[in-house]
């Protein structure tokens, strides 16, 4: 039984309040009625959570926000002296002790949340405290690909994000050419697995390959501005990532690009469509 995880377990009972699952060892959770959306048989399979209340296993078909393993933004709905519950996103939700709050946290409040199995109490525990920048292995990711992040907060070299919900990353700061904000989300691409397992992550796709995400941005903004666009390649790097959210370098190679293609003309202190 993997707790903390969604699985697919078997239907080995039945009684008025709801369903008896199996896992391969013969590992029971209840799944309560009220959860039941269609009927089915003995040995059927179902697609569950599964998760702990009153030191019992339960099963629900709800989708929780994260998993074991997982980050998450959750809400507070009660902050007590012991901990904090927090809107999880199944019926049940999931404490964080005191100890794991790196500051109070505050009802109503929104904060980010990793999701681990306590050794001492083998509970489905939350913690707002992780490490920043931590050393990987065997990841499941290449340079290039592209990939789901959560910002976690800014430093001195750039922000800190959370990666496909399972992976802390950084983007430097020469990388960020548009306003971010904690617990918003973007997309990005992983750009750097480095030798120590850290990984460096982009906003934008590197290389002329993926060129033509930002001629299609630079042909947007000018559709915009009634085709005509106050950028040329004498523009200030600040300039171009004020208007484009792009780097100077990668608008160089646009422009270029729909230059050749006849798309555009360029003038010294301007871009007109053609």
Known sequence: MKIGQSQTLKISDKNHSGWILADEDGIKAFLPKVFIQEEKEIDDEVNVFVY???????ATTEIPLAEVGEFAVMTCVQSLPSGAFM????IK???????????????GKRYLVYLYIDDDLELITGTTKFKRNPQYENLPFQKGDKVDLLMMNESE????????????????ASDVFKKLYPLSEESGFIKEIREDGKIDVSLQPQGFENIDEFKQKILDKLEENYGLLHLS??????????????????????IGGLYKDKIVDLANDKIRLI
């Open 52 to 58: 702990q209340d009153d030191n019992k296993l339960k």
């Open 157 to 172: 070299l750039g922000w800190n994000v959370v990666i496909n919900k399972k992976y802390i990353g950084l983007i430097y």
């Open 93 to 107: 939700d999931l404490f964080i002790p005191y100890k794991q709050q790196k500051s109070k946290i505050m009802e």
């Open 87 to 90: 809107d999880w996103g199944i």
């Open 233 to 254: 390649d004498k523009s200030s790097p600040e300039e171009i990532k004020d208007e484009l959210q792009m780097s100077k370098k990668n608008f160089k190679k646009a």
